[in-house]
């Protein structure tokens, strides 16, 4: 998966951390969750907050 893999990220994120509220989670616990999902395979440096940002709202609503 890379950055871009906004939906998949989600998907695997919300399996991986059930307990989790995205609507509290803090955007460097988001990136460094998302780079240790198995299958994960992107640079640190292509990640920003748009796309963080993203990625927080495709969790939302897929527990939602």
């Not at 951390?17 to 616990?29: A, C, Q, R, S």
């Not at 780079?35 to 440096?45: E, S």
Request: proline share 5%; aromatic share 8%; hydrophobic share 50%.
């Amino acid at each position: 998966m890379k950055w871009t893999d906004i939906n998949d990220l989600a998907i695997e994120l919300a399996e991986a951390h059930p307990e989790v509220d995205p609507l509290k989670i803090n955007f460097v616990d988001l990136m460094n969750w998302a780079m240790a999902l198995p299958g994960f395979d992107d640079d640190a440096k292509h990640c920003g907050e748009k796309i963080l940002e993203a990625i927080q709202q495709a969790w939302i609503d897929e527990v939602a």
